[in-house]
């Protein structure tokens, strides 16, 4: 699917191409919902999301440079559908006043006004053995901060800190759910909602083994797939066979119960698990996964505990294409609107990198490409498919002896 007619030049840059991607009614119906625009007379919320998205592409580490780089000229400013160039003093005030969950709403209205087309066009691996279940990838990232400018954000004794709280959908590769909160606050602790619909697989780090969680989710006739902790009491009740001749990677596939005492308090007693040791190669070490899942085959369930590697790509790309780690304000509706509007240009540069990019291109150079052209005025599909990195040559426009000639007459009069 096209988003974008090929033609080398534009009557927009494509910063307000990028910003066309967002239904006019969308953005109006979260600036209703939270009622953003009440009492502002110059910077709106559209002005917001407009300078915001600039300083996410643009990687602007100050106000001052957002203001300088979007005042480059009046037609650019006409061009991005503002009314004037917003002034840092402006922009510091809307930020740390306008609340950030307008911002919040608009990213998951535009994840399902683009599902389907995220969807048909993903990139994941299909695991054939679970191809009709949805799979939840759950992982936190870090960002540090400064505690003398950043107290609510409370992480240790001397340093401040905030976590992005992330559920990784693998069927659109991109997260579905986010929560921001102080570092301080524990992994398993990180979303209202820890259960899902039945059949699905969740698939976590063992910052999450919780048995009180598990016994929820074992109930809601979910699959988790983890690992254990090395302190966890069990007894292994059957060693199962190995398949002949591949999986070599798979060392060992045993039933177990858990002892515990928590886990006897938590209700998981007696319960039929399942413990899977597999070898990785990368880090020349063994991996204990933990699932609920009786019947699969091992491979299954170590190629589902792999695919955590995607959020971490995730996290990577974040911090690397946008502005996730250096904020323009420091109060806590500041960050989370930044994060927000990265989130929201993260999706937007999926989408165009998934429907509109010919040849498979890696985020990091995909956003770095758009990042050069974004004050042109060159169409996305151009830019995305005909821009390259390529030797142009300059063609004298007149023959070499009439400008030797021109310049020896001028030389004479001289």
Request: charge should be positive.
């Amino acid at each position: 699917m096209g988003l974008f007619k090929r033609t080398k030049n534009n009557n927009k840059p494509v910063l307000r191409q990028i910003l066309d991607l967002i239904p006019d009614w969308l953005v109006q119906s979260c600036i209703s919902k939270y009622q953003s625009d009440k009492g502002c007379h110059k910077y709106m919320t559209y002005d917001q999301l407009v300078a915001l998205s600039f300083g996410q592409l643009c990687k602007c580490t100050t106000l001052a440079d957002i203001s300088a780089g979007l005042s480059v000229s009046e037609t650019f400013i006409r061009d991005l559908k503002l009314k004037q160039n917003p002034a840092k003093s402006t922009m510091s005030d809307g930020n740390k006043n306008r609340n950030w969950r307008v911002f919040e709403m608009l990213y998951y209205k535009l994840l399902s006004h683009y599902t389907q087309v995220l969807k048909v066009k993903h990139r994941t691996d299909i695991i054939d053995e679970v191809k009709h279940h949805t799979i939840k990838i759950i992982d936190s990232t870090t960002i540090s901060l400064s505690l003398g400018l950043f107290d609510w954000a409370k992480f240790r004794t001397a340093k401040g800190g905030i976590k992005i709280h992330t559920c990784w959908d693998d069927s659109l590769q991109i997260p579905d759910m986010i929560n921001i909160t102080p570092a301080k606050v524990h992994d398993s602790k990180g979303f209202e909602q820890q259960v899902f619909k039945k059949d699905t697989i969740i698939v976590e780090d063992k910052g999450y083994f919780d048995f009180k969680l598990m016994r929820s989710r074992i109930d809601a006739k979910n699959i988790f797939v983890t690992r254990i902790k090395d302190n966890t009491l069990f007894e292994r009740i059957e060693e199962l066979d190995l398949p002949d001749e591949k999986h070599y990677h798979i060392l060992k596939d045993e039933i177990i119960t858990l002892t515990g005492v928590k886990a006897k308090e938590c209700g998981m007693e007696g319960l039929s698990l399942r413990l899977i040791h597999v070898y990785d190669e990368v880090n020349n070490k063994v991996i204990e996964i933990f699932t609920n899942q009786l019947t699969w085959e091992a491979a299954t369930i170590a190629a589902l505990y792999k695919k955590r590697w995607d959020i971490e790509l995730f996290f990577k790309g974040l911090k690397q294409n946008l502005q996730v780690k250096t904020f323009v304000g420091t109060n806590e509706n500041a960050v989370k609107s930044q994060i927000y509007v990265a989130l929201i240009q993260y999706l937007l540069l999926e989408l165009l990198r998934r429907n509109t990019c010919k040849i498979k291109q890696g985020m990091s150079n995909f956003s770095e490409k758009i990042r050069i052209c974004l004050t042109y005025y060159l169409s996305i599909e151009y830019v995305c498919n005909v821009v390259k990195p390529k030797v142009f040559r300059i063609k004298n426009k007149e023959p070499d002896w009439i400008q030797v000639d021109i310049f020896q007459k001028t030389k004479l009069s001289l």
